[in-house]
């Protein structure tokens, strides 16, 4: 049966034989993380375990597959798209991969067009460039699914911010896209010596940072992305401020470091959430747990939260939900609470 919203699963590859039958099964899509752009190819060779793959369609015969390509500070994308001669190689090895592994789809996962943040090369060219790769890709791919007869996908993983909006054009480059994974977390913590949520659903009062995953939405459908084509996105772990003061119960507060991984939500379970002098409290406003222990501050996603999410795509007319990671929730509480919310 063909599922009205979309479950999709970001799983690194070290941890593909780590993915059950029950949670294949719970899956519509999963994306393999990563292969990554070398000399301006597309290469598997640092991706693991690949040879799993048709036991994941075995368990789950629906199950779309794709390779994510790229990852935070994965670079070779700014160079493989400023010619038409790089586009036209990225698109046939993507394509020698999709047919040498039998996947469904390419994932691009390009951390940022236009900005060098992760330490890879970027250029204000990266704004048309992006456009024109991903028609290479749409292209190659679909010359493919004539010969095969059938419909390859084509999606990205975009930063849940105006500045990815910016840096792109994304109403002209959805056109060759299945659909917009929109990474609303990370929103707070690696840039931010200031604590607060780091994958709410909506931006609550007193927060400077203005950031959520409902503002991520409307700040695409300002910028032409149909909302039919917007997935939202969930996260399996943490991420923690130290030497927190201890006002406010800890939000919106100033640590001397900024806002590192904490740890996975398995680890959150066993030793966190109401335990070891931590207590966990919720933001009614922005719909988000948080965990505080008196001087160290911790913000995550929890089956509470990730209800609110489901209702509220189902509300907005989005097309699901994606998450990153599988392999950091072995309790599989999130996922099974996201399948339940969904479906």
Aim: charged share 20%.
């Amino acid at each position: 049966m063909q599922k009205k919203h979309l479950l999709i699963g970001y799983v690194q590859s070290r941890a593909l034989p780590d993915v059950t039958p029950e949670d294949a099964r719970k899956m519509t899509h999963i994306n393999i993380a990563f292969g990554h752009v070398k000399d301006g190819r597309v290469t598997v060779e640092n991706t693991r375990n690949l040879d799993f793959l048709p036991k994941l369609r075995e368990y789950n015969p629906q199950i779309g597959i794709l390779l994510s390509v790229g990852g935070w500070g994965a670079g070779g994308f700014s160079e493989a798209a400023a010619t038409a001669a790089g586009r036209q190689r990225f698109a046939q090895t993507s394509v020698e991969i999709l047919r040498t592994y039998k996947l469904d789809g390419i994932d691009i996962d390009w951390e940022y067009p236009t900005y060098g943040w992760a330490g890879i090369d970027a250029s204000p060219e990266d704004r048309y460039t992006f456009t024109l790769l991903l028609e290479e890709l749409r292209q190659a791919l679909d010359a493919q699914g004539e010969a095969d007869g059938r419909r390859y996908l084509l999606t990205i993983a975009a930063g849940a911010g105006q500045y990815f909006v910016d840096g792109t054009e994304m109403a002209e480059a959805h056109k060759y896209l299945d659909w917009v994974q929109l990474m609303t977390y990370d929103m707070r913590g690696g840039f931010q010596n200031t604590t607060g949520h780091h994958t709410n659903l909506y931006t609550p009062s007193g927060d400077l940072n203005r950031s959520s995953a409902a503002d991520a939405v409307r700040i695409f459908t300002a910028a032409g992305v149909p909302k039919e084509k917007l997935l939202i996105g969930a996260a399996f772990y943490s991420r923690m401020w130290t030497d927190v003061s201890n006002v406010n119960r800890g939000m919106y507060q100033q640590s001397p470091a900024n806002g590192g991984y904490g740890p996975v939500y398995a680890e959150l379970a066993a030793k966190y959430i109401n335990k070891n002098g931590f207590v966990r409290y919720w933001d009614e406003e922005a719909q988000a747990p948080w965990l505080f222990d008196g001087s160290t501050f911790i913000t995550y996603d929890d089956p509470e939260s990730l209800k609110a999410k489901c209702a509220y795509l189902k509300a907005a007319g989005l097309l699901g939900i994606m998450f990153w990671e599988y392999s950091c929730d072995s309790t599989r509480t999130l996922l099974d609470t996201l399948y339940q919310a969904l479906f």
